[in-house]
């Protein structure tokens, strides 16, 4: 069974710093990765997606994850945070071949402190 | 403009009243789904549909029902709401590929749901 785990319910960073989120999965087959962004009030958002091809991804708002095999990891960085980030991100990983059951984590809230 | 759209945004129910939150995508998607969120949870996914008539159950299906008459409709149904239903429930589309390159999942606003 496919699982993702999301360190730090709660992540506090002051503007301008790095963002780091964390994510590792678990998968027996080689996973999707996807990170999603919620702004207050609203639905889910992609942010980026790893399938197959370069490990490090970069998606939309200068935000880039990069998948390590050996480490089961899919953590989400940003090298300079804006006010702007301050959202909840949710992990999700899919199991290939098509079959779409997607499993997200619990979620990280970034505060941007000014 | 492509989109999902969830009626209603908030809805206050009482116990036992049966409900039904709709949710329509404009994007000739095969998959829909539904999930709720509750805090420190994340997303659950209740019920998904990989085409018409073809719906399954996700992780926490009870005490829910859909349908999936049309590609773009997928309503969530409520027979008899409880309170531990109060949630936040978002629906989703995404294009079904074996690829998984096209698996971008739509969300839909949300439906605040609380059942007194």
């Known amino acids: 069974a496919q699982s993702v785990t999301q360190l730090g319910s709660h992540v506090s960073v002051s503007e301008g710093a790095l963002v780091l989120l964390r994510c590792n999965y678990s998968?027996?087959?080689?996973?999707?990765l996807f990170w999603y962004v919620q702004y207050p009030n609203q639905g889910l958002q992609l942010l980026l997606k790893?399938?197959?091809?370069?490990?490090l991804v970069k998606g939309i708002n200068g935000f880039e994850a990069e998948f390590k095999k050996s480490e089961t990891s899919f953590h989400l960085t940003k090298p300079s945070a804006h006010m702007s980030d301050a959202a909840e991100y949710f992990c999700?990983?899919?199991?290939?071949?098509?079959?779409?059951?997607?499993?997200f984590g619990t979620g990280t809230k970034l505060q941007v402190i000014p | 403009e492509a989109q999902v759209t969830q009626n209603p945004r908030y809805l206050i129910t009482v116990t036992g009243k049966k409900l039904t939150v709709t949710c329509s995508q404009n994007?000739?998607?095969?998959?829909m789904s539904w999930y709720r969120q509750d805090p420190g949870l994340g997303l659950r996914q209740i019920y998904y549909?990989?085409?018409?008539?073809?719906?399954d159950k996700g992780d926490v299906p009870e005490g829910y029902k859909v349908s999936r008459k049309e590609k773009r409709n997928f309503p969530l149904i409520l027979e008899s709401p409880s309170p531990n239903q109060t949630s936040l429930y978002f629906c989703a589309s995404s294009l079904f590929s074996s690829t998984v390159l096209n698996t971008e999942a739509f969300f839909g606003q949300g439906t605040r749901l609380t059942v007194v």
């Open positions: 994007m000739n998607h095969e998959y």
């Open positions: 790893y399938t197959t091809g370069a490990t």
């Open positions: 999700a990983v899919i199991l290939s071949g098509g079959y779409q059951k997607v499993t």
């Open positions: 998968s027996s087959v080689p996973p999707y």
């Open positions: 549909s990989m085409n018409v008539e073809v719906t």
